[in-house]
């Protein structure tokens, strides 16, 4: 299992209709609005080998109000 962290930019004032969308995605494990560049931080977990990029390009940036992405992969959570 892959984890990405995809930071969103939304359209001004579309932060929360966009975080409604993004948590009904099936990979989607967590959707956070933060402060600072970027408006939301989207949790996914992918099967291995599947492809990151396409994943945010066809699934994440497609949602209405999303400006831009950025995308951090995990490698390896400490609990």
Known sequence: MQTIFVMMKCE???????????VDIERVSEVHSISGQYDLMVKCYLDDGQDIGLF??????????????????AYKAFV
Do not use: S
């Not at 945010?56 to 992969?73: A, E, M, Y």
């Open 12 to 22: 001004l004032g579309r932060a929360y209709e966009v975080a409604d969308q993004a």
């Open 56 to 73: 945010v390009v066809d699934t994440l940036q497609v949602i209405p109000g999303v400006k831009d992405t950025f995308t951090l992969i």
